[in-house]
């Protein structure tokens, strides 16, 4: 207690942190309330009802107490240096509650006030016991401490050994054991054996016959006696304890471990020269490691989910970026930021491409995950510390031949991104690193993702599913596919590869399943659903952080040929559909574009500019403000932290969160800081995610319309609710009982049969059963579900149709009396000619669209419309003009006067990327 500032609570066959204790203080802080905000009434009422740690009589700290706790450097519960704190789930978090109110901790503010704040409760169970009396206290209560850097502490039950031993007798215990006695109040009062050593000089021969073995006695004050402890201190960083810290932060190597004939290293097997002696390490075949259980992969827009089978069948979710696995495991340490951030391009990059198999990273020349997420999020102003970031890498795999994007690395290296490209390794042979490969980036994340799962903890893995949206086209899918296949390849060691090569005809990573058909096997499975002959059906609204995807299904028994081939459940795939901007990344952008276009009187007088959401209608005057600069993009993003609590608050009082003005500073055109007075309309930004949201739910009840005749009739659909976003308290309020009967009679019409259907809130977090599927983590444990051999059969209709491609993703045709008329639509089949209008004059004005509100109606000049000018100059008089998809954003266009003209040769054919416009 006396070495660490904060301690954890444990019991010793646990690993969860029952409360956390603070030495200088001895106050018991408890944070399994921490994941919502309440009033400072709510607040006193769930801790004086509370039970934590076996205990009651747990308050609200008083402010001086709260000072005290987390002012303290060490705390760790401290996000970062500004003093935000997480809570049990991870979030940032700004206010705490005290007796007095909420308490801002963000930069030591400590301003008071009645908004809601996070609750980290006290307990005075130790504040006035001793040293003894804790120890005491700690054996009846069977706890032990744990420092955050996983030193634990277990308090051994009394020991009877010494009991009925003479003075003498015990003395040489003492002193043969090492021994030395402390006066139990803490006040320096000590007794070393070792200063008796002539005394023991005197009666050794006489123990010697008692004490067997007779142990060989060093005197510890002796020139020659064995500084143990300088030994370990020196060997605790020695250059093999750190071959996986070093690059990408996995736990330092205990030294044991290294030097265990049961354990030892992979680096070392089969080694020519053999090095480092000074700690004799134990060589590892790698062979004895690989493991054929499968691994799946959720590679989200925001994050990250990895899960694998376990040795008994069951299915356990990975803590991807954790640095020390000693920690209690949390819920949240399953899900990892999507998110690289370079520091030293240049030295990278040498050792990236000078080494196909593990090569010698530093973690200080690139991040990825956790960290790099919290630079990116937390951006005080700094716009190097941006333009080094590349977050969103999903999006960018999907956008990067039309988006290129530099990135400049912490040393002023600029790079930019080559167009992600599909390089797929050759089945069973070997990879080879060269100068001349491009960066991927995708396939670095793979590497990060790939050196923990094959941590040298776990074992070594060969069989890899990944999902994907819905919407994604096949070709994309192939380039991340490769990516991965390259990244997790190459988190293999070395030794693997030289000495059991035939290892890599056994390594895969293949497309399984659309991430909500994977939620819906296991939210299905987790809610009890069972199967029927006819089938149950099933809609999930998968509200992730980029996108929102729709699916349609149903759930039922094999039927006879099916059940021949040893199949017992087949999920139907009938439809799919989804909402490319209803993403919590982007619902944010949209709340920072309104604040500050509130702000222009503010923003001219200091020259501030900022980002336009992809999806956003430009203002009058717009060009003055709207920018891709850094600067822009880092006004963005700081403002963007800011109101990032208010989105992701679950609580009908979410507006409290939000003070109606703020200083922050901002980045002028001249890359200059300057303190601006911000002003916050909580009440319009409430307005419009309700809004927002309550437009995406319908689309999604449009496309359950569409696809109804095709359930089973006269059967409840489950509507499955999936996805981080899923949470928010719009989506809740949108299929509440009300609302939701209010938009399906809207949707399916008056007078008209509404189906009956059954709500599944977002599967939550559940601390006492981490490894359970929630609304983030179940898409890679349904993948696990449905993965080769587990007996579920995947009959996907959508792409049986369109032979593997995602299907057709837009709305086109023309604008007729205001608003958009469309002749292909995502149901369209690929390579069908559809006539969309006329020519007048050799010109025909395209109209296209990817959002679902095309179903009821989109109008002229809405943001969510593309329009095109296309010329046919050399076509007929009257000529009409047709079009036919061949690609998810992909057209061929004619004009001709006949539709028996398109079968003829030298057809004028004109290629448009809808994704282009």
């Not at 007794?191 to 073995?213: A, G, I």
């Not at 040393?411 to 080879?432: A, D, M, T």
């Not at 822009?632 to 700081?638: D, E, G, H, K, L």
């Not at 995406?696 to 996805?723: Q, R, W």
Request: charged share 25%; with cysteine.
């Amino acid at each position: 207690m006396r070495k660490h500032s904060f301690v954890f609570l444990h019991k010793p066959d646990s690993n969860t942190n029952l409360a956390t204790l603070h030495t200088a203080t001895r106050l018991l802080w408890n944070t399994d309330t921490s994941n919502h905000y309440y009033s400072t009434t709510e607040g006193r009422k769930i801790v004086a009802e509370g039970q934590w740690a076996g205990l009651k009589g747990w308050q609200l700290p008083n402010v001086e107490q709260l000072k005290t706790f987390v002012t303290k450097k060490q705390n760790p519960h401290k996000m970062d240096e500004t003093h935000r704190f997480l809570s049990i789930n991870n979030q940032s978090i700004y206010w705490l509650l005290t007796n007095e109110g909420a308490c801002k901790v963000h930069n030591l503010d400590f301003t008071i006030n009645q908004s809601n704040g996070i609750i980290f409760s006290t307990h005075s169970l130790w504040a006035t016991r001793s040293d003894a009396e804790i120890l005491l206290d700690l054996i009846d209560r069977s706890w032990q401490l744990m420092a955050p850097n996983g030193e634990t502490f277990t308090p051994n039950r009394p020991d009877t050994r010494l009991q009925g031993l003479s003075d003498e007798k015990l003395l040489a215990t003492w002193l043969a054991e090492g021994v030395t006695l402390q006066e139990a109040e803490g006040k320096g009062l000590t007794l070393n054996p070792s200063k008796f050593f002539n005394l023991w000089q005197l009666f050794r021969n006489k123990l010697s016959e008692d004490l067997t073995p007779s142990p060989t006695i060093v005197n510890p004050n002796s020139e020659t006696s064995p500084n143990i402890s300088n030994k370990l201190e020196k060997n605790e960083n020695h250059p093999l304890t750190l071959l996986d810290y070093i690059p990408c932060r996995l736990p330092k190597i205990d030294i044991g471990q290294i030097c265990d004939p049961n354990k030892g290293l992979w680096e070392l097997w089969d080694a020519k020269e053999k090095k480092w002696q000074d700690i004799n390490p134990i060589a590892r075949d790698p062979l004895q490691d690989v493991q054929r259980r499968a691994i799946a992969i959720d590679f989200g827009t925001s994050s990250t989910v990895v899960a694998m089978d376990t040795r008994s069948g069951q299915r356990e979710l990975l803590r991807i970026g954790v640095r020390d696995f000693y920690q209690p495991v949390k819920a949240s340490d399953f899900e990892n930021p999507t998110v690289l951030e370079c520091i030293d391009f240049a030295s990278f990059s040498a050792a990236w491409t000078e080494k196909a198999y593990r090569p010698a990273l530093n973690w200080d020349w690139m991040r990825a995950a956790h960290e790099a997420q919290a630079n990116f999020r937390d951006n005080e102003g700094d716009t190097e510390i941006l333009a080094s970031i590349l977050p969103r890498l999903k999006q960018w795999a999907l956008r990067s031949e039309q988006h290129r994007i530099r990135m400049t690395d912490r040393k002023g290296h600029e790079i930019e991104l080559p167009p992600h490209s599909e390089r797929n390794p050759v089945r069973g042979q070997p990879l080879k690193a060269s100068k001349n490969d491009a960066f991927d980036p995708i396939e670095l994340y793979a590497w990060y993702l790939g050196m923990a799962i094959n941590h040298r903890e776990r074992g070594l893995f060969l069989k890899y599913y990944l999902s994907f949206p819905v919407k994604y086209p096949k070709e994309v899918k192939e380039r991340i596919l490769a990516s991965f296949r390259r990244g997790l390849q190459r988190s293999l060691p070395q030794t693997l590869i030289d000495n059991h090569p035939q290892v890599l005809n056994e390594f895969e990573v293949n497309d399984l399943a659309s991430e909500p058909a994977a939620y819906a096997a296991a939210a299905l499975a987790h809610f009890d659903v069972k199967p029927t002959d006819e089938g149950v059906p099933y809609a999930v609204f998968d509200f992730g952080g980029g996108t929102t995807d729709f699916d349609f299904g149903f759930l039922r028994w094999a039927n006879d040929d099916e059940d021949d081939q040893g199949y017992e459940q087949v999920f139907e795939h009938l439809a799919s559909g989804g909402d490319n901007f209803l993403g919590g990344e982007n619902l944010l952008e949209h709340l920072v574009y309104h604040t500050f276009c509130q702000n222009l009187d503010e923003l001219r007088k200091h020259r501030i500019q900022f980002t336009q959401p992809l999806d956003a209608q430009p203002f009058s005057g717009s060009e003055a403000f709207l920018a891709k600069t850094q600067a822009a993009q880092t006004n963005t993003v700081m403002l963007a932290a800011k109101l990032r609590p208010f989105l992701e608050a679950n609580t009908e009082d979410a507006r409290s969160l939000l003070e109606s003005q703020i200083k922050m500073d901002l980045i002028k055109t001249d890359g200059e800081k300057i303190r601006c007075d911000i002003a916050i309309n909580a009440e319009a930004l409430e307005t419009l995610l309700q809004q927002r949201i309550f437009r995406g739910g319908e689309a999604f009840l449009v496309e359950l319309a569409m696809v109804n005749e095709s359930f089973p009739k006269d059967t409840p659909i489950h509507i499955l609710l999936a996805g981080n976003g899923s949470r928010s308290r719009h989506v809740k309020a949108f299929f509440e009982e009300e609302n939701l009967n209010e938009a399906l009679i809207k949707v399916f019409g008056d007078g008209k049969p509404v189906p009956k259907v059954i709500v599944h809130e977002p599967l939550p977090m559940d601390e006492s059963k981490p490894h359970a599927p929630t609304a983030k983590t179940g898409v890679a444990l349904g993948l696990l579900r449905v993965s080769p051999g587990k007996n579920i059969l995947l009959k996907n209709h959508v792409h049986a149709q369109h032979e593997g491609q995602a299907p057709f993703a837009w709305f086109v045709g023309r604008m007729r009396r205001g608003q958009l008329e469309s002749k292909l639509s995502p149901r369209s089949s690929y390579g069908t000619w559809h006539e969309i209008g006329r020519l007048q004059d050799g010109v025909f004005y395209l109209s296209a669209t990817n959002s679902p509100r095309a179903h009821t109606g989109l109008a002229e000049g809405d943001p969510e419309l593309k329009v095109q000018r296309i010329d046919f100059p050399a076509a007929p008089a009257g000529g009409r003009v047709f079009a036919k998809a061949v690609a998810p954003s992909v057209l061929h266009l004619a004009a001709v006067l006949e539709e028996s003209d398109l079968d003829k040769e030298g057809l004028d054919v004109r290629t448009l990327n809808l994704d282009a416009i």
